[in-house]
């Protein structure tokens, strides 16, 4: 089916839990919900964001809000309800920003998020209203190179460079 909703080239998509919706976002910062049963468009909003490469983060507990990130640059987190940017964080460089939850079966468990940069990457303990709290910061070396992709989960982060991966752990 055709995403009928971007004028510019989409970035990424992702599906929303305990929901029949997925998302889509483009160059221009678009954002389009579409239903998974027949590919109609359910939603879209414009943020009138600056152009850049726009990819998605979220977490399975908190469906109605999305972590935006433009690549290089800052992370926004938007209310998916009120359709509104509600934090945003400048981290320049940024490659990856990935969300993460110690103990996801205790009542009690934290929620942390991890940002690749450029330069460093950092730990941060998202708090009550998704404060950000810097944990620890550590400057990147030569296990972060520039061709590469990059992701974050439980066991630390995955880098993966032609064809071969490593792990990092926390």
């Known amino acids: 089916s055709l995403l009928a909703g971007h004028e510019t080239a989409i970035t990424d998509i992702c599906f929303l839990s305990k929901t029949d919706t997925f998302l889509s976002v483009s160059k221009d910062a678009k954002i389009c919900g579409w239903s998974c049963k027949d590919c109609t468009c359910e939603f879209e909003f414009d943020f009138n964001l600056n152009y850049g490469d726009y990819f998605f983060t979220t977490y399975a507990n908190k469906f109605k809000y999305i972590w935006l990130t433009r690549y290089g640059d800052c992370i ?10 509600i934090r945003q964080y400048p981290y320049p460089g940024i490659k990856s920003f990935e969300i ?15 940002c690749i940069g450029a330069i460093q990457t950092t730990l941060f303990l998202i708090e009550n209203k998704f404060d950000l709290k810097e944990k620890k910061t550590f400057l990147n070396d030569e296990k972060f190179e520039k061709n590469e992709i990059i992701k974050v989960c439980q066991s630390g982060v995955i880098k993966i460079v032609k064809n071969s991966f490593e792990i990092f752990s926390f």
């Open 76 to 85: 926004f987190l938007i209310d998916l309800t009120k359709r509104s940017i």
């Open 100 to 114: 993460i939850i110690s103990q996801p079966n205790l009542k009690n468990s934290y929620i942390f998020a991890v």
